[in-house]
C-alpha cells in the first residue's frame, strides 16, 4: 500500500486545483483462502471531475494501477470520485502514510495546501479474529448553512467493529498544512458539528479538516503475519482517517423553519444513522422525500458508493438505488445525502441524512430498519429447501396457493428474505427473529428451531434438538 501512497504524493504535488476535501477508509471482510480481503477507499473532490483525474492520475486515469470512479458532479462547483485498493491482509503491522500537494478552494480560514495522514492498525484483532476495520464516514465537498440559521450537523460516525469513535480537529503538521479550524463552528468529540447564526461579514467558505479516530474499548492483543503480538488498552487509537470538506455560509435565509425555505425531509425518508442491509445483487432502493413550500427543490446530492443510481420521480421525491456486486460483499457502506432547493438566487439545502448499507455475502435476510419505532414489522420471506443431497430441490414461495412440500426431513440450504419494518435493528433483534422463525415453522420446519440475526445482519438457525 505505501508505494501506491508515496505515487499519489508525487501526482498530487505536480499542479494546483481547487481542492474541496478528502475522506478515506479501510475495511477488512472475513476470512476466505489466502487471508482477509481488504479494501482502501480515498475520496478525493476537486472543482472538477477533470481536476480530480489530473492530481490523482497525471495526464489520465487509463492504466490498471489507478481507475477514479465518480460518485457525483455538480456542474461549475465540485466533482467527488473513489478509489479503490483492494489487497489481502494476514496481519500487517501498523502503518501511516499520506500525502499534500495543491490549493484549497479559497476559504476564510487561510488554508492554501492540503496535507492528509491516515493510520491503519492492521493486526489480527483477539476479539474479532481479523484485521481492524477503521471508522466509517463520508461527507459531500460542501456542506452549506445560512448565516442566521442554527443547524446541528451531525458526521457519520460507524465503526462495524464496534468501538469507540472520536473526533478532533487536525491538530500537527503531519494532518494538515496550516491547521486553523473554522472559526463559525464548533466540533464535538461524538463527530457532531454546531453552526450558531452569524453576521454577514462572516459569509463565505472555510476550509474544515477533521480527524476520526476508532479507540479501544477494552484490552485487545494484535497479531502480525510473522507472529509477533502487541496489545492495544482501553482508550488506545486504532485507526486514523481524514475528513475534509468546505463548510459554506450563505447569505441569510427569508426563514430558518424547515419545510418552508430550507427543505424539510418526510416519510418514507430513511432516519439519520439508518443500518440498512441487504445481500449481493439485490436491488436496494433508498427512497428520499421532501418539501419546500416557498422554494424550489432542485436536487438530491449525495456521497455513497460511484455505482448508487440517482432518479427523480416527482417534485421533492428522489430515489437511490443501488446493487451491490461480489466486490462490495461483506463490507459495510456509508450513504450520506441533502436535498437542495432554490429561491430567488439563493441555495438553500436540507440537514445531512447518512445511512449505513451492510452487504451480506451470502443470501441470509436482509433487513431494512428505519429508526426505532412501535410499529409491527411485516415480511415476504421465500425459502429455498432440501431433501438430503441425492434428492432435488423444491423451492417454496410465499404464495397463498403453493403446494404444501412433501414430508421432511428438510434442510435449509439458501434463505432468502426481504424484511420492511420501521423497527430497529439494533433494538428489536427479538422481534424480527420470532417473525423469521414463524415464516419457516409454517413451511414445516420444526418447532424447536432458534433464530439469531447476528450484528452483520447475517441470520443464524439452529436445531435445538
Not at 477503521?134 to 451531525?154: A, E, Y
Not at 497479531?223 to 450563505?250: C, E, H, W
Not at 414461495?397 to 403446494?403: F, G, P
Request: charged fraction near 15%; charge should be negative.
Amino acid at each position: 500500500m505505501l508505494s501506491s501512497v508515496l505515487l499519489l504524493l508525487l501526482l498530487i504535488s505536480g499542479s494546483q486545483a481547487d481542492y474541496y476535501g478528502f475522506v478515506y477508509s479501510y475495511s477488512a471482510k472475513d476470512l476466505q483462502a489466502g487471508g482477509f480481503p481488504t479494501v482502501a477507499r480515498y475520496l478525493y473532490s476537486f472543482s472538477t471531475c477533470a481536476e480530480v483525474d489530473a492530481q490523482v492520475c497525471g495526464n489520465g486515469c487509463n492504466f490498471s494501477e489507478i481507475t477514479l470512479n465518480k460518485i457525483q458532479e455538480i456542474s461549475g462547483e465540485w466533482c467527488q470520485k473513489e478509489r479503490l485498493v483492494t489487497s489481502v491482509n494476514n496481519g500487517s503491522q501498523l502503518s501511516q502514510f499520506g500525502f499534500s500537494g495543491g490549493n484549497w478552494t479559497d476559504n476564510r480560514n487561510g488554508i492554501a495546501s492540503f496535507r492528509v495522514q491516515m493510520q491503519d492498525e492492521g493486526g489480527i484483532r483477539s476479539d474479532t479474529g481479523k484485521p481492524n476495520t477503521s471508522p466509517l464516514t463520508t461527507v459531500l465537498p460542501v456542506l452549506r448553512v445560512p448565516s442566521n440559521c442554527q443547524r446541528n450537523i451531525s458526521l457519520l460516525a460507524f465503526d462495524p467493529d464496534g468501538d469507540e469513535i472520536r473526533c478532533r480537529d487536525a491538530q500537527n503538521a503531519s494532518e494538515c498544512d496550516v491547521c486553523t479550524p473554522a472559526p463559525v463552528i464548533d466540533l464535538s468529540s461524538s463527530c457532531a458539528l454546531t453552526f450558531s447564526p452569524t453576521s454577514s461579514s462572516n459569509e463565505g467558505s472555510y476550509a474544515v479538516q477533521l480527524m476520526m479516530e476508532d479507540v479501544a474499548g477494552q484490552t485487545i492483543t494484535l497479531t502480525q503475519a510473522n507472529g509477533g503480538m502487541s496489545q492495544r488498552y482501553t482508550g488506545d487509537v486504532l485507526n486514523k482517517i481524514p475528513v475534509q470538506f468546505v463548510f459554506k455560509v450563505d447569505p441569510v435565509a427569508p426563514s430558518c423553519t424547515e419545510g418552508v425555505y430550507l427543505p424539510r425531509f418526510l416519510p418514507p425518508t430513511p432516519d439519520n444513522g439508518a443500518k440498512i442491509s441487504t445481500t449481493i445483487n439485490q436491488t436496494l432502493e433508498i427512497t428520499v422525500r421532501a418539501e419546500a413550500s416557498q422554494s424550489e427543490i432542485t436536487d438530491l446530492l449525495f456521497s455513497g458508493p460511484y455505482n448508487v443510481i440517482r432518479s427523480e420521480s416527482g417534485s421533492g421525491t428522489f430515489t437511490l438505488t443501488w446493487t451491490p456486486s461480489d466486490s462490495e460483499g461483506g463490507l459495510s457502506h456509508p450513504i450520506c445525502f441533502v436535498v437542495r432547493a432554490n429561491f430567488s438566487s439563493s441555495v438553500l439545502t436540507s440537514d445531512l441524512r447518512c445511512v449505513v448499507v451492510t452487504v451480506a455475502e451470502n443470501s441470509a435476510a436482509a433487513v431494512t430498519t428505519t429508526g426505532p419505532t412501535t410499529s409491527t414489522p411485516t415480511a415476504a420471506v421465500g425459502i429455498t429447501t432440501a431433501r438430503p443431497p441425492t434428492t432435488s430441490t423444491t423451492s417454496i414461495s410465499t404464495a397463498a396457493n403453493q403446494t404444501t412440500p412433501e414430508p421432511g426431513p428438510y434442510y435449509v440450504i439458501a434463505l432468502n428474505a426481504k424484511i420492511s419494518a420501521t423497527v430497529s435493528l439494533i433494538n428489536d433483534k427479538e422481534a424480527l427473529a420470532q417473525l423469521i422463525k414463524e415464516e419457516l415453522i409454517s413451511y414445516g420446519l420444526p418447532q424447536t428451531i432458534s433464530i439469531r440475526i447476528l450484528s452483520s445482519g447475517s441470520l443464524e438457525v439452529k436445531n435445538a434438538t
